[in-house]
């Protein structure tokens, strides 16, 4: 009896370990958009898509545009939460992920929405794909993926993360 019973709990044991390495991030955080070489900020007759840049009604952007075509795969940066996905007036429609340590990251201007709130989502995981959606429908404005880093909803830029790595 009592090998049988720590025959199963080895079982459940190593499924919880198997299942515990599936989430594990395999870096920080990934940029979501796949280059082949560096990554591209969007630069066009609109604007600068890099973090701080200024905006309409002296607004500072708050994240960084990463330059891709329509129908490119988005990925999660890191493993997470979903808590919102649907459509905002600016961002189009967008997604926001929770991470551990007060971490929180944005995906805006998508086409199509993959997810849906309260499912975890495992890092590198296809949330979504660039779109033009909110403010970047506008012709003059290059496709992109507008990306957000929050620290306990702070915004800080994902170059300095992305490139930390």
């Known amino acids: 009896m009592l090998k049988k019973l720590l025959s199963v709990f080895l079982f459940l044991f190593l499924i919880f370990i198997i299942l515990t390495l599936y989430f594990i991030d395999k870096e920080y955080i990934l940029c979501p958009i796949e280059y082949k070489e560096q990554l591209l900020i969007r630069n066009d007759r609109m604007g600068s898509g890099a973090f701080g840049a200024l905006r309409a009604g002296n607004r500072l952007h708050e994240g960084i545009d990463l330059y891709a075509l329509i129908g490119t795969d988005v990925k999660a940066a890191s493993f997470g939460l ?84």
């Open 82 to 165: 979903v808590v919102e996905a649907g459509f905002h007036k600016r961002l189009g429609y967008y997604v926001e992920l929770r991470h551990p340590g007060g971490l929180s990251t944005i995906y805006g201007h998508l086409s199509n929405i993959l997810v849906k709130p309260g499912s975890w989502i495992r890092q590198g995981s296809i949330i979504g794909y660039v779109g033009k959606t909110g403010n970047a429908r506008y012709p003059a404005i290059q496709p992109h993926l507008h990306f957000e880093i929050r620290k306990d909803g702070i915004p800080i830029d994902p170059i300095k993360v992305l490139e930390g790595r």
